[in-house]
């Protein structure tokens, strides 16, 4: 079962405007990661951020980290159509990657 | 250099019948993961392995599934007496290091397997 909770489950944007999603989770975590999966295609790692960092940046992604919470949050700025796929944060914590059910974000032209 | 690489891309098996999965990871990674995703939810974790050792296998969910990586590179998920419940996307992902280390994984492009 899926232990990370994905807030909102879809999103619909025009290009130019700006992408949250949220991601919260229960236990104890080594680092969160984010992913991005095309339709029908495997997933891409976007971002680690480790459990003593706060804030992370890797081009138009922000990916902030509150461990008293038990939360994360990706922003994507400037989003373009090419943006549209479903966003997954994933818990490290062990050996393991538990992953929560994503966010489709569409990013309308 | 490639990427993780999976075959059959495509499975089409009957009820009953045994399947195998094989996955190509990046070479020189030492750790391989193997996940089941149903349509529209996220990845869950079904095993793990550190080159040949199989840390984790808390995640199959029957006996019917088995995992080798015999000689810490190439990797088979093997299925046996399919079911429908069975029907998925298995993916599988490595990484260049080992447990704790925050390392990235890469995935591979996933099989996708269906039982009719």
């Known amino acids: 079962s899926q232990q990370g909770e994905e807030d909102p489950q879809a999103l619909s944007i025009q290009e130019g405007e700006n992408a949250t999603m949220n991601c919260s989770y229960k236990?104890?975590?080594?680092?969160l990661q984010w992913y991005r999966q095309n339709s029908g295609r495997g997933l891409v790692h976007l971002i680690l951020i480790r459990s003593n960092e706060r804030e992370k940046h890797s081009g138009r992604l922000r990916v902030t980290l509150d461990t008293s919470k038990k939360s994360s949050s990706l922003l994507i700025t400037a989003s373009r159509a090419a943006d549209t796929a479903s966003y997954f944060c994933a818990r490290e914590s062990g050996s393991r990657l538990t992953f929560g059910e994503g966010t489709q974000l569409t990013v309308n032209p | 250099g490639a990427g993780v690489s999976q075959s059959p891309r495509y499975k089409v098996a009957k009820r009953g019948q045994d399947v195998a999965l094989r996955c190509d990871p990046i070479?020189?990674?030492?750790?391989l993961f193997w996940y089941q995703q149903a349509l529209g939810q996220g990845p869950e974790f079904l095993t793990y392995f550190q080159n040949e050792a199989q840390l984790d296998k808390s995640g199959l969910p029957s006996d019917r599934f088995f995992a080798e990586r015999p000689e810490g590179s190439v990797s088979t998920l093997k299925i046996q007496r399919t079911q429908q419940e069975d029907s998925a996307v298995y993916l599988c992902?490595?990484?260049?290091?080992?447990?704790?280390?925050?390392?990235?994984?890469?995935f591979g492009p996933g099989t996708r397997l269906t039982v009719t």
């Open positions: 992902a490595s990484s260049l290091g080992g447990l704790g280390g925050d390392y990235e994984q890469y």
């Open positions: 070479s020189g990674h030492v750790s």
């Open positions: 236990t104890s975590i080594n680092n």
